[in-house]
Protein backbone atom coordinates (compact mmCIF):
# COMPACT_ATOMS: atom_id res chain seq x y z
CA UNK A 1 0.00 0.00 0.00
CA UNK A 2 1.15 3.24 -0.86
CA UNK A 3 0.98 5.69 1.73
CA UNK A 4 0.38 9.69 1.13
CA UNK A 5 3.62 12.17 1.67
CA UNK A 6 3.32 14.22 4.28
CA UNK A 7 3.56 17.73 3.65
CA UNK A 8 7.26 17.70 5.39
CA UNK A 9 8.52 14.92 3.69
CA UNK A 10 7.48 16.83 0.39
CA UNK A 11 9.54 19.78 1.43
CA UNK A 12 12.63 17.71 2.28
CA UNK A 13 12.43 16.44 -0.98
CA UNK A 14 11.99 19.66 -2.54
CA UNK A 15 14.66 21.42 -0.88
CA UNK A 16 16.91 18.10 -1.88
CA UNK A 17 15.69 19.05 -5.15
CA UNK A 18 16.97 22.05 -5.27
CA UNK A 19 20.09 21.61 -3.62
CA UNK A 20 20.67 19.03 -6.25
CA UNK A 21 19.34 21.02 -9.07
CA UNK A 22 21.57 24.07 -8.38
CA UNK A 23 24.78 21.20 -8.00
CA UNK A 24 23.28 20.17 -11.67
CA UNK A 25 23.55 23.40 -13.04
CA UNK A 26 27.06 24.00 -12.32
CA UNK A 27 27.82 20.66 -13.65
CA UNK A 28 25.78 20.72 -16.85
CA UNK A 29 27.97 23.39 -18.82
CA UNK A 30 30.95 20.80 -18.87
CA UNK A 31 28.61 17.78 -18.79
CA UNK A 32 27.39 16.27 -22.12
CA UNK A 33 23.43 16.06 -21.89
CA UNK A 34 21.76 17.01 -24.42
CA UNK A 35 17.93 17.59 -24.56
CA UNK A 36 18.01 14.59 -27.39
CA UNK A 37 19.10 12.35 -25.27
CA UNK A 38 16.88 12.40 -22.02
CA UNK A 39 14.98 9.47 -22.88
CA UNK A 40 18.86 7.17 -22.16
CA UNK A 41 18.55 8.67 -18.74
CA UNK A 42 15.12 6.17 -17.76
CA UNK A 43 16.22 3.33 -15.93
CA UNK A 44 13.81 1.04 -17.40
CA UNK A 45 14.22 -2.46 -16.24
CA UNK A 46 11.30 -3.35 -18.90
CA UNK A 47 12.28 -5.52 -22.23
CA UNK A 48 9.65 -4.40 -24.47
CA UNK A 49 10.26 -7.66 -26.79
CA UNK A 50 9.63 -9.72 -23.58
CA UNK A 51 6.93 -8.40 -21.61
CA UNK A 52 5.31 -10.95 -19.62
CA UNK A 53 1.79 -10.07 -17.65
CA UNK A 54 1.17 -11.30 -14.16
CA UNK A 55 -1.16 -14.30 -13.77
CA UNK A 56 -4.01 -12.73 -11.98
CA UNK A 57 -7.68 -12.34 -12.62
CA UNK A 58 -6.83 -8.77 -13.23
CA UNK A 59 -5.32 -9.59 -16.78
CA UNK A 60 -7.35 -11.98 -17.44
CA UNK A 61 -11.32 -11.90 -16.54
CA UNK A 62 -13.74 -9.76 -18.87
CA UNK A 63 -15.54 -8.65 -15.65
CA UNK A 64 -14.66 -4.89 -15.30
CA UNK A 65 -14.80 -4.86 -11.55
CA UNK A 66 -12.51 -8.10 -11.58
CA UNK A 67 -10.44 -6.28 -13.94
CA UNK A 68 -10.31 -2.61 -12.21
CA UNK A 69 -9.70 -3.87 -8.58
CA UNK A 70 -5.87 -3.01 -7.28
CA UNK A 71 -3.30 -4.92 -7.57
CA UNK A 72 0.52 -4.65 -6.46
CA UNK A 73 2.74 -3.13 -9.44
CA UNK A 74 4.68 -5.52 -11.46
CA UNK A 75 8.01 -6.19 -9.73
CA UNK A 76 9.61 -4.57 -12.85
CA UNK A 77 7.72 -1.48 -11.86
CA UNK A 78 8.28 -0.03 -8.70
CA UNK A 79 5.89 2.88 -8.65
CA UNK A 80 6.94 4.92 -5.63
CA UNK A 81 4.57 7.66 -5.85
CA UNK A 82 7.01 10.21 -4.37
CA UNK A 83 8.91 10.26 -7.93
CA UNK A 84 5.98 11.09 -9.69
CA UNK A 85 3.26 13.69 -10.15
CA UNK A 86 0.13 13.32 -8.39
CA UNK A 87 -2.71 10.93 -10.13
CA UNK A 88 -4.94 13.36 -12.13
CA UNK A 89 -3.01 16.67 -11.31
CA UNK A 90 -0.77 18.72 -13.11
CA UNK A 91 2.37 17.09 -13.84
CA UNK A 92 4.28 19.58 -11.75
CA UNK A 93 2.13 18.46 -8.77
CA UNK A 94 4.67 16.76 -6.18
CA UNK A 95 7.15 19.10 -6.27
CA UNK A 96 8.02 17.47 -9.45
CA UNK A 97 9.05 20.40 -11.45
CA UNK A 98 11.83 21.15 -8.75
CA UNK A 99 13.75 17.52 -8.95
CA UNK A 100 17.31 17.45 -10.09
CA UNK A 101 16.30 15.50 -13.15
CA UNK A 102 13.34 17.31 -14.42
CA UNK A 103 15.91 20.43 -14.13
CA UNK A 104 18.19 18.84 -15.83
CA UNK A 105 16.07 18.43 -18.76
CA UNK A 106 14.36 21.70 -18.81
CA UNK A 107 17.71 23.68 -18.29
CA UNK A 108 19.28 21.49 -21.35
CA UNK A 109 16.44 23.63 -23.81
CA UNK A 110 17.00 26.67 -24.92
CA UNK A 111 14.19 28.67 -24.31
CA UNK A 112 15.27 32.01 -25.93
CA UNK A 113 14.47 30.32 -29.33
CA UNK A 114 10.75 29.25 -27.86
CA UNK A 115 7.94 30.82 -29.00
CA UNK A 116 6.32 33.76 -27.45
CA UNK A 117 2.89 32.72 -27.27
CA UNK A 118 0.55 33.55 -24.96
CA UNK A 119 -0.56 31.16 -22.66
CA UNK A 120 -4.01 30.67 -23.15
CA UNK A 121 -7.12 30.85 -20.58
CA UNK A 122 -10.06 28.57 -20.21
CA UNK A 123 -13.56 30.16 -19.02
CA UNK A 124 -15.37 29.14 -15.70
CA UNK A 125 -17.56 26.53 -17.84
CA UNK A 126 -14.30 25.19 -18.98
CA UNK A 127 -13.93 26.01 -22.70
CA UNK A 128 -11.12 27.48 -24.25
CA UNK A 129 -11.17 31.55 -24.07
CA UNK A 130 -10.58 32.69 -27.75
CA UNK A 131 -11.61 36.55 -27.45
CA UNK A 132 -9.28 38.35 -28.74
CA UNK A 133 -7.32 36.04 -31.02
CA UNK A 134 -7.24 36.54 -34.78
CA UNK A 135 -9.00 33.16 -35.61
CA UNK A 136 -8.73 34.28 -39.57
CA UNK A 137 -4.86 35.00 -39.50
CA UNK A 138 -4.43 32.39 -36.94
CA UNK A 139 -0.42 33.47 -36.03
CA UNK A 140 0.05 30.13 -34.06
CA UNK A 141 -1.66 27.84 -35.31
CA UNK A 142 -3.70 26.83 -32.34
CA UNK A 143 -6.08 23.76 -33.76
CA UNK A 144 -8.51 24.86 -31.37
CA UNK A 145 -9.18 27.59 -33.19
CA UNK A 146 -9.00 26.75 -36.88
CA UNK A 147 -7.85 23.26 -36.88
CA UNK A 148 -4.52 24.26 -38.49
CA UNK A 149 -1.77 21.21 -38.31
CA UNK A 150 0.87 23.04 -40.29
CA UNK A 151 3.11 24.81 -38.06
CA UNK A 152 3.85 28.72 -38.77
CA UNK A 153 7.63 28.61 -36.98
CA UNK A 154 10.37 26.67 -38.64
CA UNK A 155 11.89 23.93 -36.65
CA UNK A 156 8.71 22.55 -35.34
CA UNK A 157 7.24 18.67 -36.27
CA UNK A 158 4.24 19.13 -38.35
CA UNK A 159 1.25 17.71 -37.15
CA UNK A 160 0.43 14.26 -38.85
CA UNK A 161 -4.03 13.97 -38.74
CA UNK A 162 -4.77 11.45 -41.74
CA UNK A 163 -3.62 8.42 -43.29
CA UNK A 164 -2.29 8.80 -46.87
CA UNK A 165 -2.93 5.69 -48.34
CA UNK A 166 -6.28 5.24 -49.58
CA UNK A 167 -8.83 3.07 -48.13
CA UNK A 168 -7.26 3.34 -44.87
CA UNK A 169 -8.79 3.90 -41.33
CA UNK A 170 -6.47 4.66 -38.93
CA UNK A 171 -6.84 3.48 -36.06
CA UNK A 172 -6.80 5.30 -32.95
CA UNK A 173 -7.77 4.75 -29.26
CA UNK A 174 -7.49 7.88 -26.88
CA UNK A 175 -7.36 7.57 -22.41
CA UNK A 176 -6.34 4.02 -22.18
CA UNK A 177 -4.92 2.24 -20.65
CA UNK A 178 -8.17 1.28 -19.06
CA UNK A 179 -8.38 -0.84 -16.03
CA UNK A 180 -11.40 -3.27 -17.95
CA UNK A 181 -9.40 -3.24 -21.20
CA UNK A 182 -9.57 -7.40 -21.55
CA UNK A 183 -12.40 -7.83 -24.04
CA UNK A 184 -11.71 -5.24 -26.46
CA UNK A 185 -7.05 -5.82 -26.36
CA UNK A 186 -8.57 -9.64 -26.58
CA UNK A 187 -10.36 -8.76 -29.90
CA UNK A 188 -7.94 -7.03 -31.42
CA UNK A 189 -5.23 -9.43 -30.63
CA UNK A 190 -7.68 -11.91 -31.94
CA UNK A 191 -8.55 -10.11 -35.12
CA UNK A 192 -4.58 -9.31 -35.22
CA UNK A 193 -5.64 -5.26 -35.69
CA UNK A 194 -3.22 -2.83 -34.23
CA UNK A 195 -3.87 1.14 -33.11
CA UNK A 196 -2.32 3.30 -31.89
CA UNK A 197 -2.68 3.82 -28.37
CA UNK A 198 -2.90 7.34 -26.68
CA UNK A 199 -1.93 6.55 -22.87
CA UNK A 200 -2.46 8.74 -20.98
CA UNK A 201 0.48 8.73 -17.88
CA UNK A 202 -1.21 9.03 -14.99
CA UNK A 203 -3.24 5.94 -16.26
CA UNK A 204 -0.27 3.86 -17.07
CA UNK A 205 1.28 4.13 -13.84
CA UNK A 206 -1.84 3.61 -12.14
CA UNK A 207 -2.69 0.66 -14.59
CA UNK A 208 1.17 -1.12 -15.18
CA UNK A 209 -0.71 -4.47 -16.89
CA UNK A 210 -2.68 -2.62 -19.10
CA UNK A 211 0.21 -0.30 -20.53
CA UNK A 212 2.23 -3.23 -20.94
CA UNK A 213 -0.64 -5.61 -22.81
CA UNK A 214 -0.44 -2.58 -25.30
CA UNK A 215 3.08 -3.38 -25.53
CA UNK A 216 3.18 -6.66 -25.59
CA UNK A 217 0.42 -6.83 -28.11
CA UNK A 218 2.77 -5.12 -30.63
CA UNK A 219 0.33 -1.38 -31.05
CA UNK A 220 1.79 1.57 -31.72
CA UNK A 221 2.08 3.67 -28.33
CA UNK A 222 2.01 6.84 -27.60
CA UNK A 223 2.04 10.16 -25.05
CA UNK A 224 -1.36 11.13 -24.35
CA UNK A 225 -0.29 13.65 -21.11
CA UNK A 226 0.04 12.97 -17.84
CA UNK A 227 -3.51 15.02 -16.63
CA UNK A 228 -5.47 15.41 -19.66
CA UNK A 229 -6.03 18.91 -19.67
CA UNK A 230 -5.79 21.68 -22.38
CA UNK A 231 -2.14 21.99 -23.13
CA UNK A 232 -2.47 25.65 -24.47
CA UNK A 233 -3.61 26.93 -21.15
CA UNK A 234 -0.78 25.41 -19.48
CA UNK A 235 2.45 27.59 -19.06
CA UNK A 236 5.79 25.99 -20.27
CA UNK A 237 7.12 24.44 -17.56
CA UNK A 238 3.96 22.71 -17.41
CA UNK A 239 3.30 21.53 -20.99
CA UNK A 240 6.85 20.31 -20.25
CA UNK A 241 6.14 18.10 -17.32
CA UNK A 242 2.99 16.83 -18.82
CA UNK A 243 4.82 15.26 -21.72
CA UNK A 244 8.33 14.44 -20.11
CA UNK A 245 6.39 12.43 -16.97
CA UNK A 246 4.38 10.68 -19.48
CA UNK A 247 6.90 10.07 -21.65
CA UNK A 248 8.91 8.51 -18.45
CA UNK A 249 5.70 6.38 -17.19
CA UNK A 250 5.27 4.75 -20.70
CA UNK A 251 9.27 4.06 -20.38
CA UNK A 252 9.40 2.81 -17.79
CA UNK A 253 6.60 0.51 -17.71
CA UNK A 254 6.49 -0.68 -21.57
CA UNK A 255 10.42 -0.22 -22.37
CA UNK A 256 9.74 2.26 -25.14
CA UNK A 257 9.65 6.17 -25.48
CA UNK A 258 7.55 6.88 -28.14
CA UNK A 259 8.13 9.48 -30.69
CA UNK A 260 4.32 10.82 -30.82
CA UNK A 261 1.55 12.36 -29.22
CA UNK A 262 -2.23 13.34 -29.20
CA UNK A 263 -3.23 16.71 -27.13
CA UNK A 264 -6.34 16.47 -25.52
CA UNK A 265 -9.25 17.64 -26.94
CA UNK A 266 -6.66 18.75 -29.94
CA UNK A 267 -5.81 21.42 -27.92
CA UNK A 268 -2.21 22.43 -29.04
CA UNK A 269 -0.67 25.71 -30.78
CA UNK A 270 2.79 26.66 -31.75
CA UNK A 271 3.86 27.05 -28.10
CA UNK A 272 2.81 23.68 -27.14
CA UNK A 273 4.21 22.08 -30.77
CA UNK A 274 7.93 23.78 -30.30
CA UNK A 275 7.93 22.21 -26.34
CA UNK A 276 6.84 18.66 -27.85
CA UNK A 277 9.71 18.85 -30.46
CA UNK A 278 12.22 19.40 -27.78
CA UNK A 279 11.56 15.99 -26.60
CA UNK A 280 11.17 14.56 -30.45
CA UNK A 281 7.43 14.10 -30.30
CA UNK A 282 4.94 14.91 -32.99
CA UNK A 283 1.34 15.51 -32.82
CA UNK A 284 -0.84 13.30 -34.03
CA UNK A 285 -4.38 14.31 -34.89
CA UNK A 286 -7.57 13.33 -36.42
CA UNK A 287 -9.62 13.89 -39.50
CA UNK A 288 -12.53 12.15 -38.53
CA UNK A 289 -14.18 12.34 -34.97
CA UNK A 290 -16.72 9.84 -33.60
CA UNK A 291 -17.43 11.72 -30.09
CA UNK A 292 -17.47 8.52 -28.71
CA UNK A 293 -16.56 9.72 -25.44
CA UNK A 294 -20.39 11.02 -25.27
CA UNK A 295 -22.34 8.30 -25.56
CA UNK A 296 -24.58 7.70 -22.98
CA UNK A 297 -23.62 11.38 -21.40
CA UNK A 298 -24.20 14.11 -23.47
CA UNK A 299 -25.06 12.44 -26.45
CA UNK A 300 -27.30 9.37 -27.14
CA UNK A 301 -25.75 6.18 -28.02
CA UNK A 302 -27.70 6.01 -31.02
CA UNK A 303 -26.28 9.69 -32.58
CA UNK A 304 -22.66 7.88 -31.62
CA UNK A 305 -23.44 4.71 -33.74
CA UNK A 306 -24.75 6.60 -36.34
CA UNK A 307 -21.90 8.80 -37.03
CA UNK A 308 -20.17 5.53 -36.86
CA UNK A 309 -22.34 4.04 -39.78
CA UNK A 310 -21.17 7.19 -41.70
CA UNK A 311 -18.03 6.81 -41.19
CA UNK A 312 -18.32 3.32 -42.75
CA UNK A 313 -20.68 4.60 -45.29
CA UNK A 314 -17.91 6.70 -46.39
CA UNK A 315 -15.58 3.88 -46.59
CA UNK A 316 -17.36 2.05 -49.19
CA UNK A 317 -18.61 4.69 -51.12
CA UNK A 318 -15.73 6.32 -52.33
CA UNK A 319 -14.74 9.19 -50.67
CA UNK A 320 -11.44 7.45 -49.10
CA UNK A 321 -10.36 6.26 -53.02
CA UNK A 322 -7.88 8.87 -52.91
CA UNK A 323 -6.78 9.18 -49.59
CA UNK A 324 -7.33 7.87 -46.45
CA UNK A 325 -8.67 9.35 -42.65
CA UNK A 326 -7.63 9.04 -39.29
CA UNK A 327 -10.73 8.37 -36.65
CA UNK A 328 -10.78 9.34 -33.03
CA UNK A 329 -12.19 6.76 -30.62
CA UNK A 330 -11.87 6.26 -27.32
CA UNK A 331 -10.60 3.41 -24.80
CA UNK A 332 -12.16 4.90 -22.17
CA UNK A 333 -14.90 2.39 -20.55
CA UNK A 334 -16.91 -0.42 -21.05
CA UNK A 335 -19.26 1.75 -23.19
CA UNK A 336 -16.83 3.23 -25.67
CA UNK A 337 -14.83 -0.62 -26.02
CA UNK A 338 -18.26 -2.58 -27.04
CA UNK A 339 -19.00 0.54 -29.31
CA UNK A 340 -15.44 -0.05 -31.18
CA UNK A 341 -15.75 -4.08 -31.05
CA UNK A 342 -19.55 -3.91 -32.64
CA UNK A 343 -18.64 -1.42 -35.43
CA UNK A 344 -14.79 -2.59 -36.23
CA UNK A 345 -16.39 -5.57 -38.59
CA UNK A 346 -18.25 -3.11 -40.86
CA UNK A 347 -15.35 -1.15 -40.73
CA UNK A 348 -12.95 -3.38 -42.08
CA UNK A 349 -15.70 -4.34 -44.58
CA UNK A 350 -15.52 -1.39 -45.54
CA UNK A 351 -11.93 -0.25 -45.85
CA UNK A 352 -8.87 -1.70 -47.25
CA UNK A 353 -6.68 -1.00 -44.63
CA UNK A 354 -7.67 -0.86 -40.66
CA UNK A 355 -3.98 -0.02 -38.99
CA UNK A 356 -2.39 1.92 -36.70
CA UNK A 357 -0.83 5.56 -37.69
CA UNK A 358 2.62 4.37 -37.51
CA UNK A 359 1.70 1.55 -40.18
CA UNK A 360 0.05 3.99 -42.68
CA UNK A 361 2.58 6.24 -42.14
CA UNK A 362 5.37 4.19 -42.85
CA UNK A 363 6.97 5.49 -39.72
CA UNK A 364 9.57 1.73 -38.75
CA UNK A 365 10.62 3.35 -36.03
CA UNK A 366 8.11 4.54 -33.85
CA UNK A 367 9.80 5.21 -30.67
CA UNK A 368 13.24 5.94 -29.42
CA UNK A 369 14.50 2.85 -29.17
CA UNK A 370 15.71 1.07 -32.05
CA UNK A 371 15.05 -2.27 -30.74
CA UNK A 372 11.28 -2.19 -31.84
CA UNK A 373 10.42 -1.83 -35.14
CA UNK A 374 7.20 -1.57 -37.31
CA UNK A 375 6.77 -3.07 -40.85
CA UNK A 376 6.08 -0.33 -43.41
CA UNK A 377 2.56 0.25 -45.18
CA UNK A 378 1.67 -2.74 -47.53
CA UNK A 379 4.81 -5.05 -45.77
CA UNK A 380 3.70 -8.92 -45.58
CA UNK A 381 4.01 -8.70 -41.96
CA UNK A 382 1.17 -5.96 -41.64
CA UNK A 383 -1.01 -7.06 -44.69
CA UNK A 384 -3.05 -10.02 -42.55
CA UNK A 385 -3.52 -6.74 -40.57
CA UNK A 386 -6.11 -6.01 -42.68
CA UNK A 387 -8.21 -7.67 -44.61
CA UNK A 388 -9.78 -7.18 -48.47
CA UNK A 389 -13.07 -5.27 -48.83
CA UNK A 390 -16.06 -7.82 -48.77
CA UNK A 391 -18.88 -7.45 -49.96
CA UNK A 392 -21.05 -6.53 -47.37
CA UNK A 393 -22.93 -3.21 -47.97
CA UNK A 394 -22.45 -1.29 -45.19
CA UNK A 395 -25.70 0.51 -44.08
CA UNK A 396 -25.36 4.09 -45.67
CA UNK A 397 -27.22 6.91 -43.85
CA UNK A 398 -28.64 10.15 -45.17
CA UNK A 399 -26.41 12.98 -43.65
CA UNK A 400 -23.49 13.20 -41.96
CA UNK A 401 -22.43 15.06 -39.66
CA UNK A 402 -18.76 16.52 -40.72
CA UNK A 403 -18.61 17.50 -44.30
CA UNK A 404 -16.42 16.40 -46.36
CA UNK A 405 -15.13 20.14 -47.85
CA UNK A 406 -11.59 20.11 -48.81
CA UNK A 407 -9.99 22.64 -45.85
CA UNK A 408 -10.26 22.53 -42.53
CA UNK A 409 -13.60 23.18 -41.00
CA UNK A 410 -14.25 26.24 -38.91
CA UNK A 411 -14.39 25.94 -35.08
CA UNK A 412 -15.81 29.22 -33.84
CA UNK A 413 -15.33 29.82 -29.84
CA UNK A 414 -18.67 29.40 -29.33
CA UNK A 415 -18.99 26.21 -30.47
CA UNK A 416 -16.02 24.78 -28.32
CA UNK A 417 -16.98 23.34 -24.60
CA UNK A 418 -15.22 21.56 -22.47
CA UNK A 419 -16.06 19.46 -19.08
CA UNK A 420 -12.98 19.79 -16.28
CA UNK A 421 -11.77 16.37 -15.31
CA UNK A 422 -13.83 16.80 -12.21
CA UNK A 423 -13.96 14.05 -10.17
CA UNK A 424 -9.93 13.76 -9.84
CA UNK A 425 -8.80 10.69 -7.98
CA UNK A 426 -7.38 11.74 -4.35
CA UNK A 427 -4.05 11.53 -4.25
CA UNK A 428 -3.45 8.69 -1.46
CA UNK A 429 -1.44 6.95 -3.90
CA UNK A 430 -3.31 4.21 -3.90
CA UNK A 431 -4.63 2.84 -7.25
CA UNK A 432 -8.15 4.52 -7.53
CA UNK A 433 -10.18 4.31 -10.35
CA UNK A 434 -9.90 8.09 -10.71
CA UNK A 435 -13.61 7.99 -12.50
CA UNK A 436 -13.47 11.46 -14.20
CA UNK A 437 -15.82 13.21 -16.53
CA UNK A 438 -13.13 12.00 -19.30
CA UNK A 439 -14.05 14.33 -21.97
CA UNK A 440 -16.95 16.34 -23.27
CA UNK A 441 -14.38 18.21 -25.86
CA UNK A 442 -15.06 20.59 -29.14
CA UNK A 443 -18.69 19.62 -30.34
CA UNK A 444 -16.69 20.65 -33.91
CA UNK A 445 -16.07 17.46 -36.19
CA UNK A 446 -12.54 18.62 -37.16
CA UNK A 447 -12.55 18.00 -40.87
CA UNK A 448 -9.67 18.13 -43.23
CA UNK A 449 -9.37 16.27 -45.68
C1 LIG B 1 -18.49 5.44 -19.80
O1 LIG B 1 -18.25 6.81 -19.65
C2 LIG B 1 -19.35 7.62 -20.03
C3 LIG B 1 -18.88 9.05 -19.96
O2 LIG B 1 -18.29 9.35 -18.76
C4 LIG B 1 -20.53 7.30 -19.14
O3 LIG B 1 -21.65 8.04 -19.51
C5 LIG B 1 -20.85 5.82 -19.26
O4 LIG B 1 -21.90 5.48 -18.40
C6 LIG B 1 -19.62 5.02 -18.90
N1 LIG B 1 -19.87 3.60 -19.07
C7 LIG B 1 -19.39 2.70 -18.22
C8 LIG B 1 -19.71 1.28 -18.54
O5 LIG B 1 -18.75 3.01 -17.22
C1 LIG C 1 -20.64 8.68 -48.76
O1 LIG C 1 -21.32 8.46 -47.53
C2 LIG C 1 -21.42 9.60 -46.71
C3 LIG C 1 -22.04 9.16 -45.39
O2 LIG C 1 -23.27 8.59 -45.55
C4 LIG C 1 -22.24 10.66 -47.44
O3 LIG C 1 -22.37 11.81 -46.64
C5 LIG C 1 -21.52 11.02 -48.72
O4 LIG C 1 -22.28 11.97 -49.42
C6 LIG C 1 -21.31 9.79 -49.54
N1 LIG C 1 -20.49 10.14 -50.68
C7 LIG C 1 -20.76 9.69 -51.90
C8 LIG C 1 -19.79 10.08 -52.97
O5 LIG C 1 -21.73 8.99 -52.13
C1 LIG D 1 -12.38 2.29 -17.07
O1 LIG D 1 -13.56 1.61 -17.43
C2 LIG D 1 -14.45 1.37 -16.37
C3 LIG D 1 -15.68 0.61 -16.88
O2 LIG D 1 -15.43 -0.17 -17.96
C4 LIG D 1 -14.91 2.69 -15.79
O3 LIG D 1 -15.74 2.45 -14.67
C5 LIG D 1 -13.70 3.51 -15.37
O4 LIG D 1 -14.11 4.79 -14.94
C6 LIG D 1 -12.70 3.66 -16.49
N1 LIG D 1 -11.49 4.29 -15.98
C7 LIG D 1 -11.05 5.47 -16.41
C8 LIG D 1 -9.78 5.95 -15.80
O5 LIG D 1 -11.61 6.12 -17.27
C1 LIG E 1 -18.44 -5.01 -20.89
O1 LIG E 1 -18.86 -5.53 -19.68
C2 LIG E 1 -19.46 -6.81 -19.74
C3 LIG E 1 -19.90 -7.23 -18.35
O2 LIG E 1 -20.46 -6.20 -17.65
C4 LIG E 1 -18.49 -7.81 -20.30
O3 LIG E 1 -19.11 -9.06 -20.47
C5 LIG E 1 -18.00 -7.34 -21.64
O4 LIG E 1 -16.99 -8.22 -22.11
C6 LIG E 1 -17.43 -5.94 -21.52
N1 LIG E 1 -17.04 -5.45 -22.84
C7 LIG E 1 -15.85 -4.92 -23.05
C8 LIG E 1 -15.58 -4.43 -24.43
O5 LIG E 1 -15.00 -4.81 -22.17
C1 LIG F 1 4.74 3.77 -47.72
O1 LIG F 1 5.54 2.87 -48.44
C2 LIG F 1 4.85 2.31 -49.56
C3 LIG F 1 5.74 1.23 -50.13
O2 LIG F 1 7.00 1.73 -50.39
C4 LIG F 1 4.56 3.43 -50.55
O3 LIG F 1 3.85 2.90 -51.62
C5 LIG F 1 3.71 4.48 -49.87
O4 LIG F 1 3.51 5.59 -50.71
C6 LIG F 1 4.35 4.97 -48.58
N1 LIG F 1 3.39 5.79 -47.85
C7 LIG F 1 3.74 6.91 -47.19
C8 LIG F 1 2.65 7.62 -46.49
O5 LIG F 1 4.88 7.31 -47.15
C1 LIG G 1 -13.73 30.99 -40.39
O1 LIG G 1 -14.69 31.93 -40.01
C2 LIG G 1 -14.31 33.26 -40.27
C3 LIG G 1 -15.36 34.21 -39.72
O2 LIG G 1 -16.37 33.56 -39.06
C4 LIG G 1 -14.11 33.44 -41.78
O3 LIG G 1 -13.70 34.77 -42.06
C5 LIG G 1 -13.05 32.48 -42.25
O4 LIG G 1 -12.90 32.56 -43.63
C6 LIG G 1 -13.43 31.06 -41.87
N1 LIG G 1 -12.35 30.14 -42.19
C7 LIG G 1 -12.55 29.00 -42.84
C8 LIG G 1 -11.35 28.15 -43.07
O5 LIG G 1 -13.65 28.63 -43.22
ZN1 LIG H 1 -8.19 12.15 -24.46
Not at 115 to 140: C, E, F, H, W
Request: glycine share 4%; charged share 15%.
Amino acid sequence: MYIKISTVAVTVLQIAGFVQAATDKTTTTSSSFVIGDYWKSFNSKVDPNNIVLGDIPQTTSNDPATQCKYYTPPTNFNYNTKEWPNLWETATSNGMSETAEFKKVYNAIDWTKAPKIAVRKSGADGALVMTGYDQNNDPDCWWSASTCTKPKLEGVNEDIYTCPEPETWGLTYDDGPNCSHNAFYDYLEDQKLKASMFYIGSNVVNWPYGAQRGQKNGHHIADHTWSHQLMTTLTNTEVLAELYYTQKAIKMVTGVTPKHWRPAFGDVDDRVRWIATQLDLTTILWNLDTDDWAAETSAAKATVKKTYDDFVAMGANGTFKNSGQITLTHEINNTTMSLAIEFLPKIRAAYKNVIDVATCMNITHPYQEDTVTFAPFGAADNAKTSVAASSVAPSVSASVKASTSAGASNASSSSVSQVANSDVAESAGVQLNPNYAVLAVFAIAAYAL
